[in-house]
């Protein structure tokens, strides 16, 4: 019984901000990097931003400077600060585990985030 938990998302006008959470349980939280993915209409899914168990980071070129992951292993929660949002950051959110020594993928329901004046 995995279950991802998106929460935060929500209206926000440009260049405002919003800080999202990803609670996960029925895993073992350190051994899987966590992910958030956005989807929009018309596009294909993007990777955002990445966290292995170490804590090291990736992002995409299009949320570099913006966007910081982080991880409470204590919480076994993923978070995505997102800053100076604009129109183009419009998109369902969705948190992903990859679990790295079974290769699967574990996804949550995705929370919406707007970004509109």
């Known amino acids: 019984q995995v279950q991802l938990v998106e929460s935060g998302g929500g209206l926000v006008q440009p260049g405002g901000s919003l800080r999202l959470s990803c609670a996960a349980s029925?895993?073992?939280?350190?051994?899987?990097?966590m992910d958030w993915y956005r989807q929009a209409p018309g596009k294909q899914r993007e990777l955002v931003a990445t966290i292995t168990s170490g804590g090291s980071t990736n992002y995409a070129d299009s949320v570099k400077g913006r966007f910081t992951i982080s991880r409470d292993n204590a919480k076994n929660t993923v978070y995505l600060q997102m800053n100076s949002l604009n129109s183009e950051d419009t998109a369902v959110y969705v948190c992903?585990?990859?679990?790295?020594?079974?290769?699967?993928?574990?996804w949550g329901q995705g929370t919406q985030v707007t970004v509109s004046s």
């Open positions: 029925g895993i073992i939280f350190s051994h899987n990097t």
């Open positions: 992903n585990a990859f679990e790295i020594y079974t290769g699967r993928n574990y």
